[in-house]
């Protein structure tokens, strides 16, 4: 079964960056799966932000953090990196990754429902 942990959220001020990590643990590989990021903020519904396919071959992103959060992967790490630049008050948010244990090939969604795998969230504020 796939584990997954985040780590990297903190407090930050406007128009500061983050890094967030998100590791698999369990004997499991990240690549096996497609995995995405997603946030929730207080009283708001979950939002997905940016996926990647199994395998790594294919991307999406949410239009709201375009050119602003980039996602990347280390295979060596087994760790999937969520990149956040030009960080707004809007930005704070409990973040989330996300594993997906059978995608359509070549494919990933943003869809909370897809998803069978969650951590357990790192807090982002985004306070001057």
């Known amino acids: 079964q796939l584990q997954l942990v985040e780590s990297g959220g903190g407090l930050v001020q406007p128009g500061g960056s983050l890094r967030l990590s998100c590791t698999a643990s369990g004997g499991s590989t990240l690549d096996d799966y497609a995995i995405a990021w997603f946030r929730q903020a207080p009283g708001k519904e979950r939002e997905g932000l940016w996926c990647i396919g199994k395998g790594g071959k294919t991307t999406f992103y949410a239009e709201s953090v375009r050119g602003r959060f980039t996602l990347s992967t280390d295979n060596s790490q087994n760790t999937v990196y969520l990149q956040m630049d030009s960080l707004k008050p809007e930005d704070t948010a409990v973040y989330f990754c996300?594993?997906?244990?059978?995608?359509?090939?070549?494919?990933?969604?943003?869809?909370?429902?897809?998803?069978?795998?969650w951590g357990q969230g790192t807090q982002v504020t985004v306070s001057p």
């Open positions: 996300a594993g997906d244990r059978d995608p359509i090939p070549g494919f990933c969604t943003l869809a909370t429902r897809a998803y069978d795998y």
